[in-house]
C-alpha cells in the first residue's frame, strides 16, 4: 500500500520562503508521476507541480513558475517542493499525491494516493 507523508509546512511572512516534503513508502516509485496540489478554504484542489519519477521531467502550474521548484531524492524515495517568494494567494494546504499511467499529470482526480496535506500560511 502506498503512504505519503508531507512534512515542512507552516507560517512566513510574504517573500520568504518553504521547502514541503512528501516521503513515499511501499510502492516502486520508478513509474509513478508525484504531484503537488494545493487547496485554499472554499476552493477547488489546484495543481502545483509535479515530477515524473523516471526520467525527472517536471512540470508547473503558470501561477508559480519561476518561484517554485519540484524535485525528488530516488535514494530517499522523496518528493520536494523549495517555495521562494511566496505570496498570501500561496496559502493553502498543500498536498502530495502519486498517480501511474496517465499523461494528465494535472488533474488531481486521476491520481490514486495522496498525503494528509500540510498547511502553508503566507502573511502579508
Known amino acids: 500500500q502506498v503512504q505519503l507523508a508531507e512534512s515542512g509546512g507552516g507560517l512566513v511572512q510574504a517573500g520568504g520562503s518553504l521547502r514541503l516534503s512528501c516521503a513515499a513508502s511501499g510502492g516502486t516509485f520508478s513509474r509513478y508521476t508525484m504531484g503537488w496540489f494545493r487547496q485554499a478554504p472554499g476552493k477547488e484542489r489546484d495543481f502545483v507541480a509535479a515530477i515524473r519519477w523516471s526520467d525527472n521531467t517536471v512540470y508547473y502550474a503558470d501561477s508559480v513558475k519561476g518561484r517554485f521548484t519540484i524535485s525528488r531524492d530516488i535514494a530517499k524515495n522523496t518528493v520536494y517542493l523549495q517555495m521562494n517568494s511566496l505570496q498570501p494567494e500561496d496559502t493553502a494546504v498543500y498536498y502530495c499525491?502519486?498517480?501511474?499511467?496517465?499523461?494528465?499529470?494535472?488533474?488531481?482526480?486521476?491520481?490514486?494516493?495522496w498525503g494528509q496535506g500540510t498547511q502553508v500560511t503566507v502573511s502579508s
Open positions: 499525491a502519486a498517480e501511474m499511467g496517465s499523461t494528465n499529470y494535472d488533474k488531481a482526480a486521476l491520481y490514486d494516493y
